[in-house]
């Protein structure tokens, strides 16, 4: 079965600081994997995904995440934090069937 | 992009009342749908998939009698939480399969309180 960890629940940085978030799977096929931001009492909006094609995937609001096959890793980046990226960042995987496996989550703070 | 309507977004119930919460995909059809279920400071826990003209299948631990859900069209999911009570209050969360770009599009969420 699939699984997913984000190494570190809390990530704090400064404004204008890169932003890195980590996700590391486990998957016995070739993985689709996605990851979404969460903002209070919010439902998940997309930020990018990985469906085998390129290994290095761009998303909305500068966030961008590579593929390492392995390394079993899928880390979210962002050259420069934003005020409006403090948020809940979840990483998650496509199980059989289309159904999502999420990690634990990930709080972002961004510090003026 | 593909858009999730969830409603409602907030709803607060007396104990022993059923609320229902509709899960609609606007743009795309959605031959299945996923409940979720997010305490606070959590990640969101499957409950069940929903599937167009079929039972749903729901997660261990899940009851069905409690959490009824209907998906009676491609655009559209219910859940009903039957007799609630205060440890039902939780944040719910639907989602919509696009099976043509693969990209599960979630609704906005629905805080559910029963006082």
């Known amino acids: 079965a699939q699984s997913v960890t984000q190494l570190g629940s809390h990530v704090s940085v400064s404004e204008g600081a890169l932003v890195l978030l980590r996700c590391n799977y486990s998957?016995?096929?070739?993985?689709?994997l996605f990851w979404y931001v969460q903002y209070p009492n919010q439902g998940l909006q997309l930020l990018l995904k990985?469906?085998?094609?390129?290994?290095l995937v761009k998303g909305i609001n500068g966030f961008e995440a590579e593929f390492k096959k392995s390394e079993t890793s899928f880390h979210l980046t962002k050259p420069s934090a934003h005020m409006s990226d403090a948020a809940e960042y979840f990483c998650?995987?496509?199980?059989?069937?289309?159904?999502?496996?999420f990690g634990q989550g990930t709080e972002l703070s961004v510090k003026p | 992009g593909a858009v999730v309507s969830q409603h409602p977004s907030r709803v607060i119930c007396k104990s022993g009342t059923s609320v229902k919460i509709e899960c609609r995909s606007l743009d795309f059809q959605a031959t299945t749908m996923f409940w979720y279920r997010q305490f606070p400071k959590q990640s969101l826990m499957l409950m069940a998939t929903?599937?167009?003209?079929?039972?749903?299948?729901?997660e261990q631990g899940v009851e069905k009698d409690k959490f009824l859900i209907n998906h009676a069209s491609l655009t559209l999911s219910t859940l009903t939480v039957t007799s609630a009570h205060p440890e039902d209050s939780s944040f719910y969360i639907c989602s919509a399969r696009d099976q043509d770009r693969r990209i599960a599009f979630f609704g906005q969420g629905t805080r559910l309180t029963v006082v």
């Open positions: 998957s016995s096929v070739p993985p689709y």
């Open positions: 929903s599937n167009e003209g079929s039972k749903a299948t729901y």
């Open positions: 998650a995987v496509t199980e059989e069937g289309g159904k999502l496996i």
């Open positions: 990985y469906t085998s094609a390129a290994t």
